[in-house]
Structures are given as C-alpha cells and as structure tokens.
C-alpha cells in the first residue's frame, strides 16, 4: 500500500477506531488495498491517519473479525486474500442472546453444508479432493483422541466449502463451523462411536470425487443428523432434557 497525504479529511489524535476503520475499508472498497497486500507497519499507520497505536490497533481488529485482515506473527498485517476466515464470535453471542438452541444451530447447518456438498461435487479441483483426503486420513489417525479427532472433522468441513468455490458460502460454513468447533470441544471427549463418523465423511469425499452431486448431498444430510444425535448423547443426562440456548 503506498499511503498519500490527505487532503480533504483530517484526522485527529483523538479520531476514534471507528473513523480508522472506515477509511481502511474504503481503501479496500476502491481498490487501493487488494487481495494479499500487506499493510505499513502499526507506527507508521498510525502517523498516517494521525491516530493513537491503540485506536489503530482496535480498528485493524475489528476489520479483522470481519475476515478482511490477517495477522501474520513475524510478517505483518495483510489483507485477505482468499475467502474471508469469519469470526464466529458475533454467532455466539446472537445465540447467546436470543437463544438459539442446539438443534436450530444444527437445522441451518444442515441447510447450508448441504448445498454447500452439492456444488462441491460439480466443482471440486484435484487439490480440493487432496485436501478432503488428508483430512480423513487424520481423522483415522486420530480415532482414539476425541479432540484431535474433532480438528480434522472440522477442517473437512471447510475443505468442503472451499470446494464449492462459492466463497460466501465458504465465509459461512467458516463462520457456523468456528461456534459450533467451540461448543463441541467441550463436550467431545465423551463422544462415543467416531468410527462411524468417519464412515459417512468417507462417503460424503467419494460422492464428491465421483462428481454425484444428489449423493453428496445426502450423505452431508445423514452425517450432519447423526453428528446432531451424537452431539446429545455427549451431554450430561441432567443436560439432554433441557431446551437451553445454545453456547
């Protein structure tokens, strides 16, 4: 990015991150900043939009919770530059205050992954096939440790949706999928049959590799049922007859 002086708008010591924040994504918006650049150090964004370090930082981490930064740790901040990687943090606490329980958090799953399988199987690259592949692999690795397990389900989950090469519905898995990772690591350990779990992720990558779509989508539709019953036996009985919000 090269940054230029301003000349119709000033900004203050005291601008607050909102106003940073702006004039980023207005950066982004005409085209200023593009997919994979990476941004002036903090001290010198900071003498750029004549701003405190710690209003620039609240304001870049704000945009990133938007997916459209990334924190490098040793390289720098750049701007996104594949599909956005949403926070799940604002899900969680919609949830959280409306009280979206369990199984309507798993209900939209279902409507979205499964679409999602659909287009996947249409069109899936090579890599994209790879990568469902390894993921399963590490499933099968990892059978005897629930939690290890559960990061290679949830990276299959995402490799699904970057195949579909929708990167809005990819934004979204990524988004439902960090909320519900969250929940689950929680509750994983006493999961009880991940066997057969990684049985309907086998049969959800062949239909995609053999290009069936329909099939895809209804082996992504009884894997996400099972995992929904699965995810009730792993709570405390005291737990399972209660309508509670979801977290």
């Not at 304001?59 to 949403?86: D, E, K, N, W």
């Not at 689950?184 to 049969?203: E, Q």
């Not at 239909?207 to 082996?219: G, K, P, Q």
Request: aromatic share 4%; proline share 4%.
């Amino acid at each position: 990015m090269r940054t230029r002086p301003e000349s119709s708008r000033q900004y203050k010591a005291g601008s607050t991150a909102e106003v940073v924040r702006g004039r980023i994504q207005q950066m982004i918006e005409t085209g200023e900043l593009k997919p994979g650049d990476r941004l002036p150090a903090e001290r010198e964004l900071a003498e750029h939009f004549k701003v405190s370090r710690a209003s620039l930082r609240a304001a870049l981490h704000s945009i990133a919770g938007m997916g459209l930064l990334q924190f490098r740790h040793g390289s720098g901040t750049y701007i996104t530059g594949g599909p956005p990687v949403l926070d799940g943090g604002p899900l969680s606490l919609l949830a959280r205050l409306h009280g979206f329980t369990d199984d309507e958090m798993f209900e939209a799953r279902r409507q979205l992954e499964v679409g999602v399988a659909g287009l996947a199987a249409e069109r899936a690259t090579k890599e994209d096939l790879a990568k469902m592949e390894a993921c399963i692999a590490g499933m099968a690795a990892t059978l005897e440790s629930p939690r290890k397990y559960l990061v290679h389900d949830v990276d299959f989950h995402r490799a699904v949706a970057v195949a579909s090469k929708n990167p809005i519905l990819g934004s979204l898995v990524e988004m439902v999928s960090a909320v519900l990772y969250r929940q689950r690591s929680r509750t994983v350990a006493h999961a009880r049959d991940l066997a057969s779990s990684l049985t309907m992720h086998r049969r959800i990558a062949k239909a995609i590799a053999t290009r069936d779509s329909e099939r895809a989508r209804d082996a992504m539709n009884q894997h996400l049922l099972q995992a929904q019953r699965a995810r009730k036996l792993e709570k405390p009985p005291s737990a399972r007859s209660k309508r509670t919000p979801a977290q």
